[in-house]
Nanobody, 121 residues
Framework: QVQLVESGGGLVQPGGSLRLSCAASGFVFSVYSMGWFRQGPGKARESVAGIEWDSSITYYSDSVKGRFTVSRDNAKNTVYLQMNSLKPEDTAVYYC??????????????WGQGTQVTVSS
């Protein structure tokens, strides 16, 4: 059974930083590309970052490029999202999933609970 458990969210001021974690199980983590998605209030879920199985390539949406960094530790079945210079528009629930790297589409139909990130002064 696939399980995706996101953590690390919280309330921060604009310009602050957070590091999100996603612990995965139920599939061979090291074989899959992994991605981060977010869903803001009243908005659809969007792809924000991804990383290949061996960390050789990453991608980012234009809105987070230069501010966010995705990484992974295959020994721990965990993918991370370091978020710096946070803006109010980054406020959203953040999710992870395995992804098809070229399309950035999620692999699994079942999502984790997500972790709330709120950026406000």
């Amino acid at each position: 059974q696939v399980q995706l458990v996101e953590s690390g969210g919280g309330l921060v001021q604009p310009g602050g930083s957070l590091r999100l974690s996603c612990a995965a199980s139920g599939f061979v983590f090291s074989v899959y590309s992994m991605g981060w998605f977010r869903q803001g209030p009243g908005k659809a879920r969007e792809s924000v970052a991804g990383i290949e199985w061996d960390s050789s390539i990453t991608y980012y949406s234009d809105s987070v490029k230069g501010r966010f960094t995705v990484s992974r530790d295959n020994a721990k079945n965990t993918v991370y999202l370091q978020m710096n210079s946070l803006k109010p528009e980054d406020t959203a629930v953040y999710y992870c999933n395995a992804v098809a790297f070229t399309t950035r589409n999620p692999v699994y139909g079942t999502w984790g609970q997500g972790t709330q990130v709120t950026v406000s002064s």
